[in-house]
């Protein structure tokens, strides 16, 4: 009885799946059959005069000294060695702990 129950469920369950994908899949096509630019999404749709050039000379600002920067800590981090451990007394445990018996 309980078998029969979660099954109808998971056939529900199945069905209402298919029907989504197939509600995307039609608006998939009904965007895919129409031609000419698409807006990004949430994009406003507003001109502007910023060119091509623009964003290029601010990139070269804004980005200038990456590679420098990029190579000094690459640089900085390969010249770190690892801290040595401390010495251990005779007394003390070993790291991750009993004491050798």
Do not use: C, F, N
């Not at 979660?6 to 059959?33: A, G, I, T």
């Not at 630019?37 to 990456?66: F, K, M, N």
């Amino acid at each position: 009885m309980t078998d029969d129950i979660l099954e109808r469920q998971h056939q529900r369950e199945r069905e209402q799946e298919r029907r989504r994908l197939r509600e995307e899949e039609q608006k998939d096509l009904d965007v895919e059959s129409r031609r000419g630019p698409r807006p990004l999404e949430g994009y406003a749709g507003g001109h502007t005069s910023w060119t091509d050039q623009q964003d290029d000379d601010s990139a070269r600002q804004v980005h200038a000294g990456d590679a420098q920067a990029s190579w000094e800590a690459s640089e900085r981090q390969a010249r770190l060695e690892p801290e040595p451990e401390p010495a251990r007394r005779e007394d003390e445990p070993p790291p991750g702990g009993e004491r050798s018996r």
